[in-house]
C-alpha cells in the first residue's frame, strides 16, 4: 500500500475511529507530553523522523519539546496528510510525505525516529522486515521511540535493545479495542550494534 483515502466512522479534532477502533484520541495528549518530557531528558534529537501524523499530537509536542532542526513525517491516508500539510505550514522544518513509511525515499539516518503509525491492512506484522526497515532509518546512532501503553513489558524489535525509560500513570486513554488504560511507559530502542 503506498496510500489511501480513508473514510472515517469519526474524524473530528478529538477522535478519529475507524471500523469501529479508536486510532487516536485527544484522551492521549497527556501520556505523549509525559513521553516527550522524558525523551527530551535524554537525546536531543537534530532530525526527527516521525511515522504517523494521527491528530497531530505528538507532532506538536515534538516540535515544542524537542525542537529539532529537521522533523520528516509520513502520513498514508490523505485526509489526515491534508492536516499534516497544514500542520508543516507553521513550522520551520518540517517536511510531509504522503505515503506508507516503508516505501517512502527518506534521507536517513534521523537521530530519533518516532514510531505511531496505525495498521490499516489488517494484515500480520512481519516484525523482522519492520525492525530492519527502522534500524536503517536510525542507523548506528540514532533512537527508535514508540509508544508504551499498559504496565506489562514493551514491544521489543528483534536487532534493538530496549529501554524503558520510565513507567507512570495518566489519565484514562481511549485504546484502539475500546478499552481504556492508565499506565503507560516511555520507551527508547536503541540498534545493536
Not at 471500523?19 to 522524558?38: I, N, T
Not at 505515503?99 to 514510531?115: E, N, T
Amino acid at each position: 500500500m503506498t496510500n489511501t483515502s480513508l473514510t472515517f466512522d469519526v474524524k473530528t479534532a478529538d477522535r478519529l475511529i475507524w471500523q469501529g477502533q479508536v486510532v487516536m484520541s485527544r484522551s492521549e495528549a497527556p501520556y505523549f507530553w509525559e513521553l516527550f518530557d522524558r525523551v527530551a531528558q535524554v537525546v536531543r534529537p537534530a532530525r526527527v523522523l516521525e511515522i504517523g501524523f494521527g491528530l497531530g499530537i505528538s507532532a506538536d509536542l515534538i516540535q515544542r519539546r524537542l525542537q529539532p532542526a529537521e522533523h520528516h513525517i509520513v502520513e498514508i491516508d490523505t485526509g489526515i496528510y491534508a492536516d499534516l500539510v497544514r500542520f508543516a505550514g507553521n513550522y520551520r522544518g518540517v517536511l510531509a510525505y504522503l505515503g506508507d513509511w516503508r516505501s517512502v525515499p527518506l534521507a536517513a539516518p534521523f537521530d530519533l525516529v518516532f514510531y505511531d503509525p496505525f495498521d490499516y491492512t489488517g494484515e500480520p506484522d512481519d516484525a523482522v522486515r519492520e525492525a530492519g526497515l527502522l534500524r536503517r532509518l536510525v542507523g548506528k546512532e540514532g533512537a527508535l521511540c514508540h509508544p508504551h501503553f499498559g504496565n506489562g513489558p514493551p514491544r521489543v524489535l528483534p536487532g534493538f535493545r530496549t529501554v524503558v525509560l520510565e513507567r507512570f500513570t495518566v489519565p484514562e486513554i481511549d485504546m484502539a479495542d475500546g478499552t481504556n488504560c492508565r499506565h503507560a511507559a516511555a520507551v527508547l530502542c536503541y540498534p545493536e550494534n
